[in-house]
């Protein structure tokens, strides 16, 4: 067995080795144990602070012969324990050394010895682990083979075991009960729910843990103590609002980011607490106004400065190589301190300088930093204010799409779902990103391997095609291409196909792009639209697809692919008479939009579905409604309201729709549009006035008189105006209409 060195080291090391060096080696073959016992414990002296002598005898081979001797049965127990020592006083120096060791396989050798009864072996064989551990260059999955090592502990009863370790006189061995915990309740639901009810001398864990919080404890033992109620809260173990987590965890936590604290501190305490906050508004909400934590952290960026009081010159230098860590986690708290409230993503940017420090953190050297600070704008671009603002003073986007151009995964996701914000079409970003060429970009993410860039890639094109231009549209169709489309429509992920349908529902909007994007990919949207209708899909993909299907149908030429197409006739039908009222609800619109008065050739669309028995269907939902079909209420009032209006636009007879001496009243209207629906409780509120029945919701007759718009007081003086005239006039001719818009 060889160790490898990488060669400028093993040459400059080769002509320091000493006599010395090789005689220590050579004992190591001695045929007479006693002998090699003691060369290995006289090459234990040698080394102790020694690191030229370490690189020595590693490069003279001395690694192998001890993991052989720390292996054989043969060898004595004290021979195996000096040979663990002596390999663990080699991992204490350069890193170099530790992969040395590694590329000899000393971890299963080492692992190996644990199975031995001697305590004292085992002793020295943890603690060579413990130093190769701690090297930067040790992989972790050497130690951890199987994918969920917390789960095996727990389940070897380790927290049994570890439990009764915290109150432990020595605060040593309480610190690495406390640490062990730390990690075994992190993100793991299972170990977390079993801690908060363990007890140790009558006293359950989260109380022991709350009190090694105090502050006359030490920093080290505050910090782990928080880690792990942390860990149990968002776990679920423990209540947010639990005055352990309220009272206790967090203001220590806010402590900790303090100035007077050491960097690690500070880092490690910030990053806790944005943990812990991350998805409870009233914990961030507690946290901003905590000892003025968002000014407080304000100094993370300016650390350490030319006033800093640090006298050591060891400790200076050592901040300096790790402020990064310090705005890596400032950046991970202001992000879960803005995820939800507004006023205080308001506070945070309007804190000094912070929107020049993200746009500086996106281009930092530390790719850690860099995906901090994209977290951080992710979460302050929720802000509808910010966008048109700050975000747009600073002229966010441009730094963005340069990460977005060159970035690993990790922080493109992030990146991608912050330009989904700002394409929102309120955001005066969304028209210079445009011009940026993104949309090249983002068809180029949704054909990524990675999910969520796939997501986020068509989700920024669907706020992309929002009231978009129809050159915007179609440049959107031509990057993307017909079979990238499609390919992103029969989708195994359930988002991906929801967005790729927004995508195509914001396409299909307005007329003129309805009709243009139809004549040239009308076959291949009409193969996917039947496709999915036909498919095991859920409720919600469903309703979007017909939906979409209402927006074809509300095409000048566009709606003749459905009329002409009796398959999706059939299945519009079908759908009229789902057990589901949404189902029920998007079908009808399909109907509506095919069969409307107004338009060229509507008698003949009228008489085709009237064959094909939708208006029997359409007459049975008008009447009543099933409750038993429907789980929301309203939902089943806006479907009975939608027949009612759809039965009325297909019956010619004036017994049907109202009668000679009535003046009805259509209101046309989008469910999703918030100012329309009062305007019902002012119909209601005429009627009552008027006390008339001259007054009916329907369509018929003559069109005299158009309002556009929720305005209630036009509304009302152009429907009472009617009525007047309708009063004067009762000679039978057809009923006048209100048109309301």
């Known amino acids: 067995m060889a160790c490898v060195l990488e060669a400028p080291l093993r040459m400059s090391v080769l002509s320091e080795v000493t006599a010395s060096s090789r005689h220590y080696v050579d004992r190591l073959f001695d045929l007479d144990p006693q002998k090699v016992l003691q060369g290995v414990i006289d090459m234990k002296n040698a080394v102790i602070g020694n690191n030229k002598q370490k690189a020595n005898l590693i490069v003279l081979g001395a690694v192998p012969r001890l993991l052989y001797l720390l292996q054989q049965e043969s060898s004595s127990t004290e021979l195996r324990t000096e040979c663990a020592v002596v390999l663990g006083s080699l991992a204490m120096g350069t890193e170099n050394n530790v992969k040395s060791l590694l590329d000899c396989h000393i971890i299963p050798a080492l692992l190996q010895g644990l199975l031995s009864p001697d305590l004292k072996f085992i002793e020295a064989c943890l603690r060579c682990l413990r130093t190769i551990f701690i090297s930067p260059v040790t992989p972790e999955d050497l130690l951890y083979t199987g994918p969920d090592h917390q789960t095996i502990l727990f389940n070897y009863g380790a927290v049994q075991n570890i439990a009764h370790l915290l109150v432990s006189t020595s605060n040593k061995v309480r610190m690495q009960a406390l640490k062990c915990f730390s990690v075994l309740a992190f993100e793991n639901p299972q170990v977390s729910m079993t801690l908060v009810n363990v007890s140790v001398d009558g006293e359950l864990l989260p109380q022991i843990f709350v009190k090694m919080l105090q502050r006359d404890k030490p920093i080290e033992m505050q910090l782990t103590s ?27 936590l806010v402590r900790m980011c303090s100035k007077d604290r050491l960097l690690e501190e500070r880092v490690e305490g910030a990053e806790t607490l944005a943990y812990l906050i991350e998805t409870d508004v009233e914990l961030q909400r507690m ?24 006298a050591d010159i060891k400790r200076l230098d050592h901040d300096l190589k790790h402020a990064h860590e310090l705005r890596q986690a400032a950046f991970k708290l202001y992000a879960s301190l803005g995820a939800n409230d507004e006023d205080i993503r308001k506070k945070i ?34 802000s509808v204010q910010q966008l048109r603002t700050s975000f747009q003073d600073h002229a966010v986007w441009k730094p963005l799409m340069k990460v977005l151009q060159n970035a690993p995964n990790e922080i493109l996701v992030v990146a991608s779902s912050t330009l989904c914000n700002l394409l929102l079409e309120f955001s005066p970003s969304k028209e210079p990103i445009l011009e940026s060429g993104a949309i090249e970009l983002l068809c180029s993410l949704t054909q990524s391997e990675n999910l969520a860039l796939r997501v986020n890639g068509i989700w920024a094109l669907m706020n992309m095609a929002f009231q978009a231009e129809q050159k915007i549209k179609s440049d959107i169709l031509r990057g993307l291409s017909t079979e990238q489309l499609f390919q992103l429509l029969s989708d195994s992920d359930v988002n991906v196909l929801m967005k790729t349908l927004g995508l195509l529902r914001n396409l299909l909007s307005t007329r003129p792009h309805i009709d243009h994007i139809m004549s040239t990919h009308g076959k291949q ?31 000048t030429t566009a709606k003749e692919l459905i009329m002409t197409n009796d398959d999706i006739l059939q299945k519009i039908k079908y759908y009229m008479s789902h057990s589901n009222a949404k189902l029920q609800l998007a079908a009808m619109f399909c109907i509506s939009n095919l069969i409307w008065n107004e338009e ?19 007459h049975k939902l008008s009447q009543s409604s099933d409750p038993n079909l429907c789980d929301n209420q309203e939902d089943d009032e806006q479907l009975e309201e939608q027949a009612s209006r759809v039965v009325c636009c297909v019956t010619r007879s004036s017994s049907s729709c109202a009668s000679a001496a009535e003046c009805p009243v259509v209101d046309v209207f989008q469910a999703w549009c918030g100012p329309c629906k009062p305007v019902v409780n002012l119909f209601q509120k005429i009627r009552n006035e008027v006390g008339s029945n001259l007054l009916h919701f329907a369509v018929g007759g003559e069109l005299v008189a158009v309002v ?8 009302q003086k152009t429907i009472l105006k009617q009525l007047a005239a309708e009063r004067k006039d009762l000679s039978g001719r057809e009923p006048v209409v209100v048109m309301v818009h």
């Open 287 to 310: 946290a901003s106004i905590t000892d003025h934590l968002i000014v407080m952290l304000a100094d993370y960026f300016k650390y350490p400065s030319s006033v800093s009081a640090i």
């Open 226 to 252: 928080a880690k792990c109620l942390t860990s149990m809260c968002r776990a679920g173990a423990i209540r947010t609002d639990d005055p352990c987590i309220v009272l206790k965890t967090l203001p220590c």
């Open 708 to 715: 556009r718009g929720a305005d209630a007081p036009l509304l």
């Open 349 to 382: 940017i309007e804190t000094e300088n912070m929107m020049d420090r993200i746009v500086n953190g996106l281009s930092e050297s530390s790719i850690k930093v860099r995906l901090a600070a994209v977290r951080c704008l992710h979460s302050l671009s929720r």
């Open 600 to 618: 060229e050739g509507s008698q003949e669309r009228q008489d085709k579905l009237r064959d094909m028995g939708i208006v029997d269907i359409l």
């Open 525 to 555: 949207i009409m193969q996917a639209v039947t496709l999915i209708l036909e498919g095991e899909h859920n409720i919600e993909v469903k309703e979007q697809t017909l939906c979409i299907l209402a927006n074809i149908a509300d095409g």
